[in-house]
Nanobody, 127 residues
């Protein structure tokens, strides 16, 4: 059974960078579309980015385009979210999630598609 664990969160100043990692155990991530979501206090969960199982399709929500980069390693163990030029409004709990989709060429950040979730990790952008 697939289990996901996030790492790499923390406190960073505005304009700084962080790299979040989503590490899998129990199954290889290569069969799954993987997405990152975030939830700020008092707000609904928001889809941030996803990468298709084929690795050929990536999607970003408008507010992070040009600043965030999603990638997966060739071993199928981790999916990273590189976050640059961070802003205070990026402050949230970030979670990765997996959708069983072998050989998929597309992905979506609709959270109802994802059935395996990590526990979440805090990212705080503040001076």
């Amino acid at each position: 059974q697939l289990t996901l664990v996030e790492s790499g969160g923390g406190l960073v100043q505005p304009g700084g960078s962080l790299r979040l990692s989503c590490e899998a155990s129990g199954s290889a991530l290569g069969y799954y579309n993987i997405a990152w979501f975030r939830q700020a206090p008092g707000k609904d969960r928001e889809g941030v980015s996803c990468i298709a199982s084929s690795g050929e399709w990536r999607h970003y929500t408008d507010s992070v385009k040009g600043r965030f980069t999603i990638s997966r390693d060739s071993a199928g163990k981790t999916v990273d979210l590189r976050m640059d030029s961070l802003k205070p409004e990026d402050t949230a709990v970030y979670s990765c999630a997996a959708d069983w989709s072998p050989q998929s060429i597309m992905c979506t950040v609709v959270d109802g598609r994802y059935h395996t979730w990590g526990q979440g990790i805090q990212v705080t952008v503040s001076s």
